[in-house]
């Protein structure tokens, strides 16, 4: 194959961050990746929103290997130079329980010029990192790539479907990206290592950057429950931001309930109250540890009735212009309307039950009135018939899931 002329992408204005250098006429052919692309986004309009489909996850797996041979197909990136220091001292984590509001804060910011955000839930301090960490390069290379390239397409189970748009015949971003990735990866002992154990997370930063080519204040990042791991994320970043979405605990969790039953047939009410109770419990702890200039509780309720002051609040906290009114939430700079998970049905069916919102009250009631929420009980329950209650759910909840894995198919209703 004829020499190409080396591409150069220069960011260095941008923080400045970071430079690549990648010959873009390698030869292969993108045929077959837009055409399952075609039916990726077939089964995505026909679905959505909700879970994906044993159908989609296959194709979605289908897409992850064909993106990842692909990109050893066209080489490797010549170049990628960067300053970690300036990266590392910028991020702004997105804190809070599932349900609480955690996405639609990440829309909002992602509204705003001066902020990068990824545009997907990276779950860092989950368990594929720490066994990616385990891997050799060429093998931590396919595992992350494919982990992260899977939640760029349908992120939220709505739209956007595709973050980086669609591939064509002569170019597929999804494949320049994994090219960048993997370099980075590499090159990571000259980077990052410093930053262990969150060397990927800045990789995939990185690699997101080169994609955007946009300045930036603060890049963020949004996965829930991430405030039990604070302290150890601070000391990495000892720069970073962090905010924290609270909600009505009653209102999270029957919103919880309407997604739990839409999915699995079934809601785990003792598990999830108890999840909810660490999470609003961790925010109190995190602000009184953290000085106020680091650490952010805002409320759902306030960014849904008073977004004006509250995103001025947030605004002025993480050093940035002013938001420009009307704002239209967006995710990687595209139109974004919410992350419902309730088609067809709506939450305002569910409610909690006397048991759920004792048990509400008991495990989080205290923490909620510290954080200005109440909860209402309808009758007083007797504390050892409560204790009973949870004891039975448990193992109503453990029977039910060791029944699904005999009869996957099988849904129970507990409403």
Not at 40 to 64: A, H, N, R, Y
Request: with cysteine.
């Amino acid at each position: 194959m004829a020499q190409k002329r080396c591409r150069k992408v220069d960011l260095s204005g941008i923080m400045p961050v970071m430079s690549i250098s990648y010959r873009p006429g390698w030869k292969y052919d993108l045929n077959e990746l837009v055409e399952l692309e075609n039916r990726i986004q077939s089964v995505l309009e026909k679905e959505q929103p909700g879970p994906p489909s044993k159908t989609q996850l296959t194709l979605l797996d289908q897409f992850t290997d064909l993106v990842f041979d692909l990109s050893r197909a066209g080489g490797k990136i010549e170049k990628v130079n960067t300053i970690s220091e300036h990266l590392a001292g910028k991020p702004t984590f997105i804190l809070g329980s599932h349900r609480s509001g955690t996405t639609f804060l990440q829309s909002l910011l992602d509204s705003h010029p001066e902020c990068l955000v990824i545009p997907f839930e990276t779950n860092f301090k989950g368990s594929f990192l720490p066994k990616a960490r385990q891997l050799d390069i060429p093998k931590r290379q396919e595992f992350l790539t494919k982990v992260w390239l899977r939640r760029q397409i349908s992120p939220i189970n709505s739209n956007p479907n595709w973050i980086f748009g669609r591939s064509n015949v002569k170019h597929s971003p999804y494949v320049l990206w994994s090219r960048i990735f993997q370099r980075l990866i590499e090159e990571q002992p000259a980077f990052f290592n410093k930053f262990a154990p969150f060397e990927d997370l800045l990789s995939l930063v990185c690699s997101l950057v080169c994609m955007n080519e946009k300045p930036f204040i603060t890049w963020v990042e949004k996965t829930p429950l991430n405030e039990l791991f604070v302290p150890e994320i601070s000391h990495s970043f000892p720069q970073g931001k962090f905010i924290h979405v609270i909600r009505d605990p009653a209102q999270i969790l029957i919103s919880k309930k309407a997604m739990h039953q839409k999915i699995f047939g079934f809601f785990e009410s003792v598990e999830q109250i108890d999840q909810l109770a660490q999470s609003m419990n961790t925010a109190l702890e995190n602000s009184i540890s953290l000085p106020k200039e680091r650490y952010m509780i805002v409320t759902y309720e306030a960014l849904v009735n008073d977004q004006k002051k509250s995103l001025e609040e947030i605004s002025k906290f993480l050093g940035l212009k002013d938001f420009e009114f009307p704002i239209k939430t967006t995710l990687w700079g595209q139109p974004f309307l919410g992350n419902s998970s309730f088609k067809g049905s709506s939450r305002n069916t569910f409610s909690l039950n006397n048991f759920e919102i004792a048990m509400l009250d008991k495990k989080v009631g205290p923490i909620a009135g510290q954080l200005g929420y109440s909860i209402t009980k309808r009758k007083n329950i007797p504390q050892m018939i409560i204790t009973s209650w949870s004891i039975l759910h448990r193992i109503y909840i453990k029977a039910i899931r060791n029944f699904r894995k005999i009869f996957p198919s099988t849904k129970f209703h507990n409403q």
